[in-house]
């Protein structure tokens, strides 16, 4: 639904506060048709002055501390509608050299014409007493800057804009901002996060871009290459950027049009083509962002360069492995063992295996004979939990990458130039890594350093464009020590075991708390929770036939032929011609739909047939238990101060992680006199809340997936303090960066990857058929250190166990690997 903008005009009687760094203002105006009265309005504005007759475009809104204020996303500075309004504008410090005094000179001598001077003939402000010919110059120089900051505002709002942006904008560009966004208004979505291809695209056609002109094209496929680099593919083919563009710009393409424009932008360099071998003889041409074709083409080299290395001697290996397991009573299978001498002696090597197979306990002995040989060994990982963890179960320092490769100043201090210092390099979780981190970081790896990446290549794939770790090991081209055995303790953990069915395609029969009560008391470490919640199907279905039983209800008349209820029949009804029953609902029984008291017991006669240990019996549906779960039941047997993350396979839908982040702050932290709040869009944030940032921002030093809480919050600035991490840091964020902020009691199963959670509740119904693939629920269990919960259907399940995820990436790390053999 289209949200209703309203407008508000008046003057500008003060200014409560103003940033400078991102224009965000806090107004007092006295409005034209209430003038007696005082009205706040926030909005965001390169300068504002006491005095200035505004125009403001939004929506009225109350906030929880400040009351009533009108929040503008849209700004027009007008002429000053009165003498006093102008000489207050004037005097506002708005033009140097022009204060209150001189300002009241002005207005007097030149009255209503005073702008039209100052626009046409500012020369005669000599005319007035006091102002002699260095101060005109002062003044003039002023003026023409305010004079530019508002036309490039108007320019920019008049082309849909927001002040936000517009800001943004006009910091960044300055008074070239009208001149470069008329000439490629498309730039607005490369240099500003927030501003998409389709707010530019609105900006460019308003200002005359032709619709299936060259520079829309261009923008487009940039567009279209930088969503599939979102979806991990690193190219696309032809085929796909034309179908993608067809949708995307709704017009028929020119024939053999696309073909022009990807040439002349692979002439520019704006992207690049690498060819496939296709069927036949025939090469298929891929096209890539050139940042992603070059940083493929390196991780594929430099690996190829490592590779091509003699192998060390492990004889003295083997030997040095034998007197410290005998030294130290250690045990390790004879997968193990080969696995530390291969990869101690080759210069890369892959480590891998899934939970319980003794990767952790193989690591910290590779460590151990590294630093028993002498040398120097760096421990990493991808995210900051990950190298929490790493540092804990190895008993050595371990650093995320963008620490590790130093990020300043727009980019990695680690690079070519300026290598690590070690002689053995050792990442894990690199089922995380994507190709560009992976090429950055290799980067910073010394011609002498060795290699070792660790990682369970059955887990979900990483969130940006490529596959590394399933790429290395498919090519067959890098030495691989894969861990297969699990170990008799890691056996006793129903989290493994089951997590290992789940990865061999066997749906793991997983007990009940609601069959099995004692398995609260066992403190069992996987546990299914049978729960429905009602599809959009399922609900528009019954709305549908409430409102027809409630007329019916209502409306019992002689001459009117009413609703038959016969259950098991047929139904007929006058009224079927108005609500012909779906042959899939054919089954409810619509007397007892009329007698049902509340959504659950609605679901239940919906659904006919329920799971004899559903929570729907006790009254709860899918969402309520998920809530129980987190406010009470796990609590209650494994500790109150146990973490509890929630992993939904998707954001959307009633258990998706915007639904559930808004009941579960409610539940747990819900809005109270004392507690600040701020207010971003339609997102709410309080103190106390836990938040996930969701990209990387190398300037705040806090990274996509980053986890951490709400620890103030600044409504006049406005501003939140942060803290993340082990460490405790605290992060101050401006409200530009707050957008990069989502809540975190419930996450994407993607965005937990490379973390480990004491409790994690893991819904798994059919509304999220479309992500329910075998990676993600053994992605989603492994992330449990102590209770793992899945909420749904079995055959939910039993559905997601089955289903391996066939959409392939569109990689070529491979293909080039094997190619440089």
């Not at 790429?471 to 089951?498: H, M, N, W």
């Given at each position: 639904?289209?949200?209703?903008?309203?407008?508000?005009?008046?003057?500008?009687?003060?200014?409560?506060?103003?940033?400078?760094?991102?224009?965000?203002?806090?107004?007092?105006?006295?409005?034209?048709?209430?003038?007696?009265?005082?009205?706040?309005?926030?909005?965001?504005?390169?300068?504002?002055?006491?005095?200035?007759?505004?125009?403001?475009?939004?929506?009225?809104?109350?906030?929880?501390?400040?009351?009533?204020?009108?929040?503008?996303?849209?700004?027009?500075?007008?002429?000053?509608?009165?003498?006093?309004?102008?000489?207050?504008?004037?005097?506002?410090?708005?033009?140097?050299?022009?204060?209150?005094?001189?300002?009241?000179?002005?207005?007097?001598?030149?009255?209503?014409?005073?702008?039209?001077?100052?626009?046409?003939?500012?020369?005669?402000?000599?005319?007035?007493?006091?102002?002699?010919?260095?101060?005109?110059?002062?003044?003039?120089?002023?003026?023409?800057?305010?004079?530019?900051?508002?036309?490039?505002?108007?320019?920019?709002?008049?082309?849909?804009?927001?002040?936000?942006?517009?800001?943004?904008?006009?910091?960044?560009?300055?008074?070239?901002?009208?001149?470069?966004?008329?000439?490629?208004?498309?730039?607005?979505?490369?240099?500003?996060?927030?501003?998409?291809?389709?707010?530019?695209?609105?900006?460019?056609?308003?200002?005359?871009?032709?619709?299936?002109?060259?520079?829309?094209?261009?923008?487009?496929?940039?567009?279209?290459?930088?969503?599939?680099?979102?979806?991990?593919?690193?190219?696309?083919?032809?085929?796909?950027?034309?179908?993608?563009?067809?949708?995307?710009?709704?017009?028929?393409?020119?024939?053999?049009?696309?073909?022009?424009?990807?040439?002349?932008?692979?002439?520019?360099?704006?992207?690049?083509?690498?060819?496939?071998?296709?069927?036949?003889?025939?090469?298929?041409?891929?096209?890539?962002?050139?940042?992603?074709?070059?940083?493929?083409?390196?991780?594929?080299?430099?690996?190829?360069?490592?590779?091509?290395?003699?192998?060390?001697?492990?004889?003295?290996?083997?030997?040095?492995?034998?007197?410290?397991?005998?030294?130290?009573?250690?045990?390790?299978?004879?997968?193990?063992?080969?696995?530390?001498?291969?990869?101690?002696?080759?210069?890369?090597?892959?480590?891998?295996?899934?939970?319980?197979?003794?990767?952790?306990?193989?690591?910290?002995?590779?460590?151990?004979?590294?630093?028993?040989?002498?040398?120097?060994?760096?421990?990493?990982?991808?995210?900051?939990?990950?190298?929490?963890?790493?540092?804990?179960?190895?008993?050595?320092?371990?650093?995320?990458?963008?620490?590790?490769?130093?990020?300043?100043?727009?980019?990695?201090?680690?690079?070519?130039?300026?290598?690590?210092?070690?002689?053995?390099?050792?990442?894990?979780?690199?089922?995380?890594?994507?190709?560009?981190?992976?090429?950055?970081?290799?980067?910073?790896?010394?011609?002498?350093?060795?290699?070792?990446?660790?990682?369970?290549?059955?887990?979900?794939?990483?969130?940006g464009a490529g596959n590394v770790l399933r790429d290395l090991i498919a090519s067959r081209c890098v030495p691989v020590a894969r861990l297969t055995e699990v170990f008799r303790?890691?056996?006793?953990?129903?989290?493994?075991?089951?997590?290992?069915?789940?990865?061999?395609?066997?749906?793991?029969?997983?007990?009940?708390?609601?069959?099995?009560?004692?398995?609260?008391?066992?403190?069992?470490?996987?546990?299914?929770?049978?729960?429905?919640?009602?599809?959009?199907?399922?609900?528009?279905?019954?709305?549908?036939?409430?409102?027809?039983?409630?007329?019916?209800?209502?409306?019992?008349?002689?001459?009117?032929?009413?609703?038959?209820?016969?259950?098991?029949?047929?139904?007929?009804?006058?009224?079927?011609?108005?609500?012909?029953?779906?042959?899939?609902?054919?089954?409810?029984?619509?007397?007892?739909?009329?007698?049902?008291?509340?959504?659950?017991?609605?679901?239940?006669?919906?659904?006919?047939?329920?799971?004899?240990?559903?929570?729907?019996?006790?009254?709860?549906?899918?969402?309520?238990?998920?809530?129980?779960?987190?406010?009470?039941?796990?609590?209650?047997?494994?500790?109150?101060?146990?973490?509890?993350?929630?992993?939904?396979?998707?954001?959307?839908?009633?258990?998706?992680?915007?639904?559930?982040?808004?009941?579960?702050?409610?539940?747990?932290?819900?809005?109270?006199?004392?507690?600040?709040?701020?207010?971003?869009?339609?997102?709410?944030?309080?103190?106390?809340?836990?938040?996930?940032?969701?990209?990387?921002?190398?300037?705040?030093?806090?990274?996509?997936?980053?986890?951490?809480?709400?620890?103030?919050?600044?409504?006049?600035?406005?501003?939140?303090?942060?803290?993340?991490?082990?460490?405790?840091?605290?992060?101050?964020?401006?409200?530009?960066?707050?957008?990069?902020?989502?809540?975190?009691?419930?996450?994407?199963?993607?965005?937990?990857?490379?973390?480990?959670?004491?409790?994690?509740?893991?819904?798994?119904?059919?509304?999220?058929?479309?992500?329910?693939?075998?990676?993600?629920?053994?992605?989603?269990?492994?992330?449990?250190?102590?209770?793992?919960?899945?909420?749904?259907?079995?055959?939910?399940?039993?559905?997601?166990?089955?289903?391996?995820?066939?959409?392939?990436?569109?990689?070529?790390?491979?293909?080039?690997?094997?190619?440089?053999?």
């Amino acid at each position: 639904m289209t949200e209703i903008v309203e407008v508000v005009r008046g003057i500008v009687s003060r200014v409560t506060y103003h940033n400078p760094d991102n224009g965000w203002s806090v107004l007092r105006l006295s409005p034209f048709n209430s003038p007696e009265t005082m009205e706040t309005v926030t909005v965001h504005q390169t300068q504002v002055f006491a005095g200035a007759t505004m125009e403001f475009h939004g929506n009225w809104t109350v906030h929880p501390q400040y009351g009533r204020q009108f929040r503008a996303e849209r700004a027009i500075v007008k002429k000053p509608a009165t003498a006093s309004a102008l000489e207050k504008y004037l005097g506002s410090g708005l033009i140097k050299g022009v204060g209150p005094k001189t300002a009241a000179k002005i207005v007097a001598h030149f009255g209503e014409t005073t702008l039209d001077v100052f626009e046409k003939d500012i020369e005669r402000l000599v005319e007035v007493p006091g102002i002699a010919a260095k101060k005109l110059e002062m003044i003039k120089g002023a003026w023409l800057e305010h004079r530019a900051v508002r036309e490039v505002m108007i320019f920019l709002q008049s082309h849909g804009i927001s002040t936000l942006f517009a800001v943004r904008i006009f910091q960044k560009y300055g008074d070239q901002a009208i001149a470069l966004v008329t000439e490629d208004p498309y730039r607005l979505a490369n240099d500003f996060y927030g501003i998409g291809f389709f707010s530019a695209d609105r900006v460019a056609l308003s200002i005359g871009i032709a619709r299936d002109g060259e520079k829309r094209l261009m923008a487009a496929v940039r567009h279209v290459l930088g969503a599939a680099r979102e979806e991990g593919h690193c190219y696309l083919y032809h085929q796909q950027i034309e179908t993608a563009l067809t949708a995307l710009l709704e017009i028929s393409l020119p024939r053999d049009g696309l073909g022009a424009v990807l040439g002349r932008m692979e002439q520019e360099n704006y992207l690049r083509m690498r060819p496939l071998p296709g069927a036949g003889e025939q090469l298929v041409r891929c096209y890539y962002g050139k940042t992603l074709y070059y940083d493929e083409a390196y991780v594929a080299s430099r690996i190829q360069r490592l590779t091509d290395r003699r192998e060390n001697d492990t004889a003295p290996v083997a030997a040095l492995l034998e007197r410290r397991q005998q030294q130290n009573r250690l045990c390790l299978s004879r997968q193990q063992q080969l696995a530390v001498c291969q990869t101690v002696s080759h210069h890369f090597s892959v480590l891998t295996g899934g939970p319980g197979c003794g990767k952790t306990t193989t690591t910290r002995v590779i460590v151990q004979l590294l630093e028993d040989l002498g040398r120097r060994v760096l421990l990493a990982a991808p995210t900051g939990r990950a190298a929490q963890r790493m540092s804990e179960v190895i008993g050595r320092s371990a650093q995320t990458l963008h620490r590790l490769l130093e990020w300043r100043r727009g980019g990695f201090e680690k690079n070519e130039k300026n290598p690590l210092d070690c002689d053995f390099l050792i990442v894990d979780e690199c089922s995380m890594l994507d190709i560009s981190l992976t090429a950055s970081l290799l980067k910073a790896v010394s011609e002498g350093c060795q290699v070792l990446f660790i990682g369970d290549s059955d887990q979900l794939p990483s969130v940006g464009a490529g596959n590394v770790l399933r790429d290395l090991i498919a090519s067959r081209c890098v030495p691989v020590a894969r861990l297969t055995e699990v170990f008799r303790q890691a056996r006793q953990s129903k989290i493994i075991g089951y997590a290992h069915d789940v990865n061999n395609g066997v749906v793991p029969h997983i007990r009940s708390p609601f069959r099995n009560p004692e398995v609260w008391q066992q403190q069992e470490d996987c546990l299914f929770i049978d729960s429905d919640e009602a599809t959009k199907a399922q609900i528009e279905f019954i709305t549908r036939a409430r409102k027809v039983l409630d007329n019916h209800v209502s409306d019992q008349r002689p001459d009117k032929e009413l609703f038959t209820f016969r259950c098991g029949e047929e139904i007929t009804s006058a009224y079927e011609k108005d609500f012909a029953i779906p042959d899939k609902f054919q089954h409810v029984d619509l007397e007892r739909l009329s007698r049902a008291r509340g959504p659950v017991e609605e679901l239940k006669v919906v659904l006919g047939k329920v799971h004899p240990w559903s929570t729907l019996h006790y009254g709860f549906s899918a969402v309520e238990t998920v809530v129980r779960l987190y406010v009470e039941w796990i609590g209650k047997y494994f500790g109150m101060s146990t973490e509890i993350q929630v992993l939904s396979p998707m954001t959307r839908g009633s258990l998706g992680t915007i639904n559930l982040n808004r009941i579960l702050q409610q539940a747990v932290n819900p809005e109270r006199s004392g507690k600040a709040q701020l207010t971003i869009g339609d997102r709410i944030f309080r103190q106390g809340d836990r938040v996930i940032h969701k990209r990387n921002n190398y300037e705040l030093g806090v990274f996509n997936g980053d986890i951490g809480k709400i620890e103030a919050i600044d409504n006049l600035e406005p501003s939140m303090a942060v803290v993340f991490g082990p460490e405790n840091r605290t992060v101050t964020y401006q409200k530009d960066d707050i957008v990069e902020l989502e809540l975190a009691y419930a996450i994407t199963v993607h965005k937990s990857q490379g973390s480990e959670f004491e409790a994690v509740i893991i819904p798994v119904l059919t509304q999220h058929f479309k992500m329910l693939y075998r990676n993600l629920v053994y992605t989603g269990v492994t992330r449990a250190k102590k209770l793992a919960v899945l909420v749904g259907t079995r055959k939910a399940l039993a559905m997601a166990v089955k289903r391996e995820d066939t959409a392939k990436r569109q990689t070529m790390l491979q293909q080039l690997l094997s190619k440089n053999q």
